[in-house]
């Protein structure tokens, strides 16, 4: 079987748990602090389908960890601190994907061929999620970041160039100019992860 193909099958649980925990802990973390959107519009739930968003999932295989889910809709509105619990919900998700990352990676101390295989990328999907959120690109969760840390006027201009932003970043991803840098990233994060599970 051709490798690439091979890969891909291999990525799909990668392809679809990263992206659906990430949107679900994203739903569940708004409802927790008072948030009943999520829940009206199904998303507090671990089916995939209500995640799936196929342009995410498509470009989170090709970029190699550059993608998302469908965005979960919150509202502050009855949030106690918006400011803070808005900075919980854009930032825990992530945290999360590191967390199941690390578990993933530990994993594979007692499996081999295969399986260890698709727990590598498991793994390797979760982290790559995690970082390429903190880029100030539309969808990814720093947006969200900005939009409460930035002054108002700031994160208006900002938001006049996002769409710009984010076609200038996608068209250099693709052209492979920042697909080793992140890769780079993501493995450095895979080896601290493995190396500090050897510790414990």
């Given at each position: 079987m051709?490798?690439?193909?091979?890969?891909?099958i291999l990525?799909?649980?990668?392809?679809i748990?990263a992206?659906t925990?990430?949107?679900?802990?994203r739903?569940l973390?708004?409802?927790?602090?008072g948030?009943?959107l999520?829940?009206?519009?199904?998303?507090?739930?671990?089916?995939?389908?209500k995640h799936?968003?196929?342009?995410?999932?498509l470009?989170?295989?090709?970029?190699?960890?550059?993608?998302?889910?469908?965005?979960?809709?919150?509202?502050?509105l009855?949030?106690?601190?918006r400011?803070?619990?808005?900075l919980i919900?854009a930032?825990?998700?992530s945290v999360?994907?590191l967390i199941?990352?690390m578990?993933?990676?530990?994993?594979?101390?007692w499996?081999?061929?295969?399986l260890?295989?698709?727990?590598?990328?498991?793994c390797?999907?979760?982290?790559?999620?995690a970082?390429?959120?903190?880029l100030p690109?539309?969808?990814?969760?720093c947006v969200k970041?900005?939009a409460?840390?930035?002054?108002?006027?700031?994160?208006?201009t900002?938001?006049?160039y996002?769409?710009?932003?984010?076609?200038?970043?996608?068209?250099?991803?693709?052209?492979?100019?920042f697909?080793?840098?992140?890769q780079?990233?993501?493995?450095g994060?895979?080896?601290?992860l493995?190396?500090?599970?050897f510790?414990l």
């Amino acid at each position: 079987m051709d490798n690439y193909l091979m890969a891909f099958i291999l990525s799909i649980p990668g392809l679809i748990v990263a992206p659906t925990l990430h949107e679900f802990v994203r739903a569940l973390a708004s409802t927790a602090l008072g948030d009943d959107l999520p829940k009206k519009q199904g998303r507090l739930t671990l089916n995939p389908v209500k995640h799936f968003e196929p342009i995410g999932f498509l470009l989170l295989f090709y970029s190699g960890g550059f993608g998302w889910g469908k965005p979960v809709e919150t509202s502050g509105l009855y949030y106690k601190n918006r400011k803070r619990d808005s900075l919980i919900v854009a930032i825990l998700p992530s945290v999360v994907n590191l967390i199941l990352g690390m578990v993933f990676l530990s994993l594979t101390r007692w499996t081999d061929g295969v399986l260890m295989q698709i727990l590598v990328y498991l793994c390797y999907y979760n982290v790559g999620i995690a970082v390429y959120n903190i880029l100030p690109v539309s969808p990814m969760d720093c947006v969200k970041v900005l939009a409460v840390v930035l002054p108002a006027n700031k994160y208006f201009t900002y938001l006049q160039y996002e769409k710009m932003i984010q076609m200038i970043f996608l068209f250099l991803l693709f052209l492979g100019f920042f697909g080793g840098v992140f890769q780079g990233i993501i493995y450095g994060i895979m080896n601290f992860l493995g190396q500090a599970l050897f510790i414990l």
